[in-house]
């Protein structure tokens, strides 16, 4: 009588390992969630799981993601853990809810919601703010259990503001008491389980009253005074989102940043409508400074994304035209009466785009389409 014991047995499937090696069929034995065995024939499972015309593949991990707020709130990390995504990585861009004194928290809901779209009254009232230094943050989430892994990153934003109060929000300099204290409080988020350090030099990022993030533009010696905290603590990487408007200037800046701390860095690089070989020369520069020594990897997607675009909703494909601009705050009745004057809709055509989101997404028309 064959054995039966282990918890899962999947039969029949493609394997598709990560390793970029052809997939090849192969039956999977598990055990306490731990593959105990490859092959065929494999002893009978508690459960059997046939996937018969099916890819089985190891768990994706999400690098970039936003469930800072959601994960305080819910064992679920969805949608991510719906689509085969096992770890999901929180923290990016330099946004986050910890740390956080109790005066502070509307700033970062404020930030949050505008940075990524999140409602306001969502995040108000899902919030439990039962922590205020990160690694109380920290122990809040290690107190739930979720479907998926959780990473965390240390939010720049939310430490700016920590330390400087409302001259952080205005993106003053840091003083040097305030890029020790800065540096100080990253370091201990590395000590007690964070894997990084992220940040955002995007003017895209902003609040959802339209102010630029705290960490926009900031010097560079608090970038470096930053990174060299995490660096000395052997571990941790620096995650960094960039307009790239002087890919020169600004690459030589995250260069020093790297090599000065010692630390891996990770930078988004995404393919802009206004520029769009721009992606090329900054993975070009990235293999030159790795040549060199320092390790820096291009954050990009895997697919081709899309946005919802609409005149009642966040983002539309006119919202840097000052036509728009004219307009923007009537009712929705008097918005789109004006948008039917041909004179006023011929203007808003023809305008170009301004200093905004939109300028580097939406610039090729024959790429939007209707939502029927």
């Known amino acids: 009588m064959p054995r039966i014991g282990s918890d899962i047995v999947i039969r029949n499937g493609t394997i598709i390992d990560g390793t970029g090696a052809t997939g090849f069929k192969c039956d999977i034995e598990i055990n306490d969630g731990i593959i105990v065995a490859m092959g065929v024939n494999l002893p009978r499972g508690v459960n059997e799981i046939d996937a018969e015309n099916k890819i089985v593949t190891p768990g994706f991990i999400d690098i970039h993601t936003h469930y800072d707020a959601q994960a305080t709130w819910s064992n679920r990390m969805t949608p991510s853990s719906w689509n085969g995504v096992t770890t999901v990585m929180i923290g990016n861009c330099g946004v986050g809810f910890a740390p956080c004194k109790p005066d502070d928290r509307e700033k970062l809901v404020e930030l949050m919601e ?154 988004t690089v995404l393919q802009r409508n206004d520029r769009p070989e721009l992606w090329r020369e900054i993975m070009s520069e990235i293999s030159r400074i790795n040549a060199n020594g320092a390790k820096i990897v291009g954050q990009i997607l895997t697919r081709p994304t899309g946005v919802l675009l609409g005149f009642h909703i966040s983002l539309n494909p006119f919202m840097s035209c000052d036509a728009w601009k004219e307009i923007e705050r009537l009712s929705q009745n008097k918005k789109f009466n004006k948008l039917k004057t041909p004179s006023f809709k011929e203007r808003m055509l023809k305008e170009p785009q301004g200093e905004h989101l939109m300028r580097t997404r939406v610039t090729e028309w024959d790429k939007i389409f209707p939502l029927e």
């Open 114 to 267: 505008g940075v990524e779209d999140i409602p306001e009254p969502v995040l108000t009232e899902g919030l439990p703010w039962n922590w205020e230094t990160f690694d109380e943050y920290l122990d809040a989430l290690d107190k739930k259990s979720f479907d998926v892994d959780i990473v965390t990153q240390v939010p720049h934003a939310a430490i700016r503001v920590f330390v400087m109060g409302n001259r952080g929000v205005n993106r003053e300099d840091a003083t040097s008491e305030d890029r020790a204290q800065m540096a100080k409080l990253v370091e201990d988020g590395i000590r007690a389980g964070a894997l990084g350090f992220s940040t955002s030099r995007t003017i895209n990022h902003r609040t959802v009253s339209g102010a630029f993030t705290p960490t926009l533009g900031v010097a560079e010696k608090e970038l470096i005074e930053i990174s060299k905290a995490v660096g000395s603590v052997g571990a941790g990487w620096v995650q960094v989102i960039s307009d790239f408007d002087d890919p020169t200037k600004e690459i030589g800046l995250l260069e020093r940043v790297a090599v000065t701390s010692g630390c891996p860095m990770t930078i």
